[in-house]
T-cell receptor, first 110, second 113 residues
Framework: KNEVEQSPQNLTAQEGEFITINCSYSVGISALHWLQQHPGGGIVSLFMLSSGKKKHGRLIATINIQEKHSSLHITASHPRDSAVYICAVRGDFGNEKLTFGTGTRLTIIP | DTAVSQTPKYLVTQMGNDKSIKCEQNLGHDTMYWYKQDSKKFLKIMFSYNNKELIINETVPNRFSPKSPDKAHLNLHINSLELGDSAVYFC????????????FGSGTRLTVV
C-alpha cells in the first residue's frame, strides 16, 4: 500500500462544476504539497501546507493533520484546469524526502 | 529566464549506451533533486544534494550517478542504459531542503530502444 493515496484516480466533470480531490497519507509529515502536471509534462507547485487552509484564485487546499488527510478544491472549473493533480508529502525531520501519490487525472469538458 | 532548466528535453538512445542529463537552477537554492516518473506517471525520488553533498540516495541501480559540480548544477549520468530506464526524469530545487517548497524543471523524456 502506497504511503500516499489519492482519490479519485480519474475525474471528468462539466465546466463550472466544483471539484474535490482527496489525499490521505499514513506517515508523519512536515508538509504536504499539491502539484499540477499538464499534458506536455511540466510540474508546477500549487500549494504547500502544514496546517489549515490556503487559497489561490479558484483553488483551495485544506489539511487535517489529525486525520492525515488533505483536499484540493477547484471552484468554477474550466477546461484549462484539465491536468494531473499530484499530492506529495515531505517527511519528518531526518526523512525529508518527498513521497508522491499516484495522481488524479482531471478532465473538464466545455 | 528559466528557473530550473534541464537538457535535453528528449533523449532517444540504444540499450547499452551511456548518457547524461544536465540540470541547472538560477534561484540560488541550496538543495537539488532528481525524480523519476514512470510510464504510469508515478513520481519517485532518486537523489538529493544539498550544497554539493549527497543527502538522499534511494534504491537506485549504481548505473545511475549524480554529479554536482556546484550548488547550481546537478547532472545525472546513466551507464549501460536498459529498456526499463525509459521514463521522464525531473530535476527540482528548493531552498533549505524543501522547507519552502520546490521548483521543478520541465523534464527529460528518456527512451531506450
Amino acid at each position: 500500500k502506497n504511503e500516499v493515496e489519492q482519490s479519485p484516480q480519474n475525474l471528468t466533470a462539466q465546466e463550472g462544476e466544483f471539484i474535490t480531490i482527496n489525499c490521505s497519507y499514513s506517515v508523519g509529515i512536515s508538509a504536504l504539497h499539491w502539484l499540477q502536471q499538464h499534458p506536455g509534462g511540466g510540474i508546477v507547485s500549487l500549494f504547500m501546507l502544514s496546517s489549515g487552509k490556503k487559497k489561490h484564485g479558484r483553488l483551495i487546499a485544506t489539511i487535517n493533520i489529525q486525520e492525515k488527510h488533505s483536499s484540493l478544491h477547484i471552484t468554477a472549473s474550466h477546461p484549462r484546469d484539465s491536468a494531473v493533480y499530484i499530492c506529495a508529502v515531505r517527511g519528518d525531520f531526518g526523512n525529508e524526502k518527498l513521497t508522491f501519490g499516484t495522481g488524479t487525472r482531471l478532465t473538464i469538458i466545455p | 529566464d528559466t528557473a530550473v532548466s534541464q537538457t535535453p528535453k528528449y533523449l532517444v538512445t540504444q540499450m547499452g549506451n551511456d548518457k547524461s542529463i544536465k540540470c541547472e537552477q538560477n534561484l540560488g537554492h541550496d538543495t537539488m533533486y532528481w525524480y523519476k516518473q514512470d510510464s504510469k506517471k508515478f513520481l519517485k525520488i532518486m537523489f538529493s544534494y544539498n550544497n554539493k553533498e549527497l543527502i538522499i540516495n534511494e534504491t537506485v541501480p549504481n548505473r545511475f550517478s549524480p554529479k554536482s559540480p556546484d550548488k547550481a548544477h546537478l547532472n545525472l549520468h546513466i551507464n549501460s542504459l536498459e529498456l526499463g530506464d525509459s521514463a521522464v526524469y525531473f530535476c527540482a530545487s528548493s531552498p533549505r531542503g524543501g522547507y519552502y517548497g520546490y521548483t521543478f524543471g520541465s523534464g527529460t523524456r528518456l527512451t531506450v530502444v
